[in-house]
């Protein structure tokens, strides 16, 4: 039985000065890595022991992932591009106060995009990907540190739940929380 313990990466310098990111790396903020740390702590406290680390190749990811892997002796990373960040096409880098974001509601939501973005649709097609790639390894329990777009489609097709509907509801907070899910039940079956 194949445990992910899934959680976001730590806070991020643009993040505070409210920059969208999408695939940007990003740079962890003093207090991003001193939360990640005290979450990769919690999760060893819950009696959790991963056998692997599956990281975003983004940077925020990969230096969240660094922090947790000496949390947990050392723990090896595997990177991997599937995790990563929805991209937001052109209006990475930009202030989310800039950003003309009637145009992009008019939209449906799965299908809603930046100009030269990525929709939640075919995010949630990644993390369907993904999750077929997870029978590649025997891990036991893995820690995937990805980001908010993301980890929300991988919930919602862990599940097998409309996307919208799970992200709408707010059930789940990956700035705040990590989730543990079963993949064999096919469920969250702990908040840390």
Known sequence: MTKIILLRHGKTIEGKAGIILGQL???????????IRNLAQKIRQRGHQPDLIISSNLQRATQSAEIISEVFANLPVKIEPLVCERSAGEVAGKYEKNVDW????????????????????EVYRRAQK???????YSATEIIVVTHAAFGLMFLAAIAKTNP???VK??????AKSAYVVDLEKKQVTQKI
């Open 25 to 35: 790396g990003g740079n962890l903020s003093k207090a991003g890595k001193v939360n």
């Open 102 to 121: 009637e145009t992009y509601e008019r939209s449906p939501w799965a299908e809603r995009k930046h100009h030269h973005g990525e929709s939640f649709a």
């Open 130 to 136: 993904f999750i077929e790639s997870l029978e590649n």
């Open 164 to 166: 919208e509907k799970l």
């Open 169 to 174: 509801s707010r059930k789940y907070n990956l």
